[in-house]
């Protein structure tokens, strides 16, 4: 075993090969992940977001290098390509698009079937996986295409949940959704990853989600690995972020701004809570008992 | 995967081909299809394998493509080739029946009627490929058809709704191919296996694909009725054109070019009477 989830070596692919068309899409990227912890992924559209996932789970294989889970390459006999789609659970962009049974319970269980799990087996992970993203049990017999568009989500997120994957991968697993639905998606996440202590992986361009949920963050940028670190430290590169079209949390620049009106305050607070507990005090007359 | 489909692909260029009125490359594909099977014999063949060979290298399409697109068919043009070798009688025997091994003769008259069939299929698929779909792009296309049908519009055929139905369609061909391979991808994430087992598990292995991809195209169907019907779409009455087609001298040219070529090739008094030869019978 390895002390790393997964492991880009010396990975390289190109798109289109053979035709007018052809374009990097990842250069020599080096990459190890952690277990145990949630790390996020941002990069402009375009950077290499995308080809990284769909290699952490063998659908795509690299030109050149090689993709390791948990120490055993992809592709090898002890991590048949079958068994990393298993190992690590991928949840595409808009999953609900993908949602086809005529049952919610029938939908998520499609993972677990193709496992060759027995039935009763496959019954306590669909109600796991529904109580991880917070659907009721009465939902079970109802078809996924009567429900609203954040509870789809649910069902498809849960889908790849009942397949107990050990890396849990998510591309942009609140897009579209209202910001009540985008806290609740994070917060089930946060919490999944916080019971199961698996490792999850979060693409997402929201910084805010980004500095309230991960541990660590990759930056991604035309297709290499521009940064890797505590998500802290990663957000004190102001510049560097803003030079590939990223940016910081928003709250970050409220404080610079307050900083810059002559406020005691620190750098590095990222989320709002931080902001709270810098400010009160503040507020307070500088008691710092609020 | 599927994003190999080369299938009715247009390739952009600049090439006299890719400036023509769609109008005549359509009629020019119509004209050609029809003289492919009228063609004859030997010469008016090889008239017409010149014109192609003429047009390949003057659209600038690679030959390797079109090779690429004459691959999938090249099993019915051999069995084409096969049925017209073994039943074609004649009178020139070549291999009795009880010589070969799988008693059927050969004629003279089989071996060149095989021949010409799979030359007839060959240049059918060259010919309308570099003339019309290849050189010119799917919204000229069904500008050209709608044009070319627009006097049936007056005896009440609804031209421009079925030029509209095909333009969109065209359109969303590979909207539809990016949309199956996200769709295969996901399933294949949660563990579908597409290329084991027998056919019954194989078929059933597509339903998770089939499912959401026709309840995609339905969204996208009520999605664009939606956008068209906020931008005042009501069908052709009174509809004007961006683009309004006009004939140039180039495509009248080129359009006599053709029939002259045509005619040369497959009105056998015509080259009996400029060669001086009476008999045609060595060509057959």
Not at chain 1, 105 to 110: L, V
Request: hydrophobic share 45%.
């Amino acid at each position: 075993m390895s002390e790393y989830a997964i492991s880009f070596q010396g990975v390289s692919y190109r798109y289109g090969k053979g035709t007018p068309f052809l374009k990097t899409a990842l250069e020599k990227v080096d990459l190890n992940i952690k277990k145990g912890i949630i790390t996020g992924i941002v990069g402009h559209t375009g950077s290499g977001k995308s080809t990284l996932l769909q290699m952490m789970n063998g659908l795509l294989e690299p030109e050149e290098g090689q993709v390791l889970l948990f120490g055993e390459r992809i592709g090898s006999k002890k991590m048949t390509k079958r068994k990393a789609a298993f190992t690590a659970g991928l949840v595409f962009q808009y999953p609900e698009y993908q949602l086809f049974e005529e049952t919610v319970h029938k939908d998520i269980a499609y993972g677990p079937k193709n496992m060759g799990l027995s039935q009763e087996e496959i019954d306590e992970r669909v109600g796991e996986a529904m109580r991880f993203v917070g659907l009721s049990e009465n939902l079970l017999e109802v078809s996924p295409f009567d429900l609203s568009g954040g509870q789809k989500r649910r069902v498809a997120i849960a889908g790849i949940l009942a397949m107990r994957p050990q890396i849990l991968v998510l591309d942009e697993p609140a897009a579209g959704l209202d910001p009540k639905g985008r806290a609740e998606i994070f917060g089930n996440i946060y919490n999944y990853q916080k019971r199961t202590e698996s490792t999850v992986i979060i693409v997402s361009h929201s910084m805010d989600d980004m500095a309230k949920y991960t541990k660590e963050l990759v930056v991604m940028h035309e297709g290499r690995l521009l940064m890797h670190d505590q998500t802290r430290t990663v957000f004190l590169e102001e510049d560097l972020l803003r030079s590939i079209g990223l940016d910081v949390p928003g709250i970050t620049l409220v404080m610079k701004r307050l900083r810059e009106l002559g406020m005691p305050l620190e750098e590095g607070i990222f989320t709002v809570e931080e902001a709270r507990s810098a400010l009160l005090p503040l507020l307070k007359g500088g008691d710092g008992h609020a | 995967m599927l994003k190999d489909v080369t299938l009715g692909q247009f390739f952009p260029g600049n090439s006299i081909l890719h400036r023509l009125d769609p109008r005549i490359k359509i009629l020019t594909a119509v004209l050609l299809i029809v003289v492919v099977f009228l063609a004859k014999n030997l010469l008016g063949y090889g008239l017409l394998i010149l014109l192609t060979l003429l047009l390949v290298a003057v659209s600038g399409i690679p030959v390797k493509t079109i090779f690429k697109s004459i691959k999938p068919l090249i099993f019915i043009i051999l069995l084409t080739a096969a049925m017209n070798l073994f039943f074609t009688g004649g009178e020139n025997v070549l291999v009795d029946e009880r010589w070969s091994f799988i008693h059927l003769k050969i004629t003279a008259e089989g071996i060149l009627s095989g021949v010409k069939m799979a030359l007839r299929i060959l240049l059918l698929i060259v010919d309308s490929g570099v003339v019309l779909t290849y050189t010119t792009s799917p919204i000229d296309l069904t500008d050209g058809i709608e044009r070319l049908l627009s006097p049936f519009a007056k005896i009440g055929l609804p031209v421009h709704t079925f030029a509209m139905m095909m333009s969109l369609a065209l359109r969303f061909v590979p909207t539809l191919i990016e949309e199956t391979d996200k769709i295969m991808s996901a399933q294949k994430s949660r563990g579908a296996d597409f290329s084991s087992g027998n056919l019954i598990s194989r078929v059933k292995a597509l339903i998770p694909i089939l499912i959401p991809l026709l309840i995609s195209s339905f969204r996208r169907a009520d999605e664009l009725a939606l956008a068209m019907e906020c931008r005042c779409y009501h069908g052709g009455k009174g509809r004007t054109k961006m683009k309004e087609l006009h004939l140039k001298a180039t495509d009248i040219l080129f359009l006599l070019f053709i029939a002259l070529f045509i005619g040369v090739a497959f009105l056998p008094g015509l080259h009996c009477s400029l060669l001086g030869i009476t008999s045609f019978d060595f060509l057959i």
